[in-house]
C-alpha cells in the first residue's frame, strides 16, 4: 500500500487549496479513504472521510462548508478541496486509508499565512 499526497503551499487567509493523495497496492475502490491533519505541537486530527463509491462524506465541525473531499475511483486518486483558508488551518495534511490497519501517506505542508 502507498498513499502520496500532493498539492500543499503557501496561501494567503481566504485562500484555497486543492490536496490530492495518489494511492497504489490495493484495490481503491473497496475503501473508505481519510484525510487527517497535524498541527504544530497539536495531536493529528481527523478531517474528513469519503466512502468506497464517494457517495457519503463527513466532515469535522471546524472545516465543514469550507473542505469538500472527493475521489476519483478510476484514477485511485482522493482530494480535499479547501476554501476559505484559515491561518489556524495550518498543519500536514495525511492521506490514510485502513486495510486491516492503518496507512499513511508521508504528508503534505500546507501554510495559511499573510
Known amino acids: 500500500v502507498q498513499l502520496v499526497e500532493s498539492g500543499g503551499g503557501l496561501v494567503q487567509p481566504g485562500g484555497s487549496l486543492r490536496l490530492s493523495c495518489a494511492a497504489s497496492g490495493f484495490t481503491f475502490s473497496n475503501y473508505a479513504m481519510r484525510w487527517y491533519r497535524q498541527a504544530p505541537g497539536k495531536e493529528r486530527e481527523w478531517v474528513a472521510t469519503i466512502s468506497s463509491a464517494g457517495g457519503t462524506t463527513n466532515y469535522a465541525d471546524s472545516v465543514k462548508g469550507r473542505f469538500t473531499i472527493s475521489r476519483d475511483n478510476v484514477k485511485n486518486t482522493v482530494f480535499l478541496q479547501m476554501n476559505s483558508l484559515k491561518p489556524e488551518d495550518t498543519a500536514v495534511f495525511y492521506c490514510?486509508?485502513?486495510?486491516?490497519?492503518?496507512?499513511w501517506g508521508q504528508g503534505t505542508q500546507v501554510t495559511v499565512s499573510s
Open positions: 490514510h486509508a485502513r486495510i486491516y490497519r492503518d496507512y
